[in-house]
T-cell receptor, first 110, second 115 residues
């Protein structure tokens, strides 16, 4: 059975802090690891990772994949209140479907 | 929402009644998915489709059926709704070529309450 585990499940920080969100996966026929952000509505795409060790970066957010150890991390530096959201990771397979983790709820306080 | 429309957006129904949720896309994407989201459970795949009339089960398919007779429409049916099917339902689509097919775009969701 395919499985994706995210940690921590929730996190409360103050503006300016740096956070690291974790995602481990065990899936058959792994193809890619994706991160999504969900703010009280539909999830929106952040990153797609297919190769180990190559960092993807977008502003204050960055992510990396380790295909040997089967995990990924999402870093957010200099957090802002607008970063408050649920962050979901998903492992996508060659069968064309994704298995999602339960998400990390990030709350950034002013 | 990447050309994805879910209808209805909200529905309240009674236990034992049939319910159909509709997902309509204007992107001509090959893959379509139905997920449910419950507190503390992230997104769980119900069914997905990889083409017209080609569908497969996800991890929580019991009590649900789907149909895809046209590229643009993917219907989710609860044959006899139960209270355990109270949830938020998301439809998603993804493309059919290159690595772009891994990225899913989500509709706005349907909030279903079964009383």
């Amino acid at each position: 059975e395919d499985k994706v585990v995210q940690s921590p499940l929730s996190l409360v920080v103050h503006e300016g802090d740096t956070v690291t969100l974790n995602c481990s996966y065990e899936v058959t026929n792994f193809r890619s690891l994706l991160w999504y952000k969900q703010e009280k509505k539909a999830p929106t795409f952040l990153f797609m990772l297919t190769s180990s060790g190559i960092e993807k970066k977008s502003g204050r957010l960055s992510s990396i994949l380790d295909k040997k150890e089967l995990f990924s991390i999402l870093n957010i530096t200099a957090t802002q209140t607008g970063d408050s959201a649920i962050y979901l990771c998903a492992a996508h397979t060659n069968a064309g479907k994704s298995t999602f983790g339960d998400g990390t709820t990030l709350t950034v306080k002013p | 929402d990447a050309g994805i429309t879910q209808s209805p957006r909200h529905k309240v129904t009674e236990t034992g009644t049939p319910v159909t949720l509709r997902c309509h896309q204007t992107e001509n994407h090959r893959y379509m998915y139905w997920y449910r989201q419950d507190p503390g459970h992230g997104l769980r795949l119900i069914h997905y489709s990889y083409g017209v009339k080609d569908t497969d089960k996800g991890e929580v398919s019991d009590g649900y059926s789907v149909s895809r007779s046209k590229t643009e429409d993917f219907l989710l049916t609860l044959e006899s709704a139960t209270s355990s099917q109270t949830s938020v339902y998301f439809c998603a689509i993804s493309e059919s070529y290159s690595r772009a097919e891994n990225i899913q775009y989500f509709g706005a969701g349907t909030r279903l309450s079964v009383l």
